[in-house]
């Protein structure tokens, strides 16, 4: 089955010191190597600050764009993973791998599996 391990955590300081900022990479890549090596990555990137994200909401037939997240909070969401694991033990256990559970948070969420006809769907739509 599919999870995705959403890493949420404080936004990174700009003025943070290279030093701290290569450990944090090279921490990172060595879990991601991690799962390559066991054939468990199935997808991942790492996401922009919330200051360049857009909030888009459609009300009464008008889309409204907000500058920024919706809501407020202290810790965003930074990153994620997508693996395959045998179950959810298995996905929790990738999860505490993840260099951000020191400092922030990660939720782990199975993958809806949609029927047959709506992945065929979904596939066909994304290709174009």
């Given at each position: 089955m599919q999870y995705a391990l959403l890493i949420?955590?404080?936004?990174?300081?700009e003025d943070a010191p290279d030093d701290l900022m290569a450990a944090e990479f090279q921490a990172y890549a060595e879990f991601t190597n991690h799962l390559v090596g066991r054939g468990a990555m199935k997808g991942g990137e790492a996401l922009?600050?919330?200051?360049?994200?857009?909030?888009?909401?459609?009300?009464?037939?008008r889309t409204i764009t907000t500058d920024g997240p919706f809501a407020e909070t202290k810790e965003t969401l930074g990153g994620f993973y997508l693996v395959?694991?045998?179950?959810?033990?298995?996905a929790i256990a990738y999860a505490a791998m993840i260099p951000g559970a020191k400092l922030g948070s990660i939720e782990v969420r199975p993958v809806l599996e949609l029927p047959a006809e709506?992945?065929?769907?979904?596939?066909g739509a994304a290709g174009n």
């Open positions: 949420y955590g404080p936004e990174p300081a922009q600050p919330t200051a360049s994200a857009t909030t888009v909401q459609v009300r009464d037939g395959e694991a045998a179950d959810l033990d298995e709506y992945a065929a769907a979904t596939a």
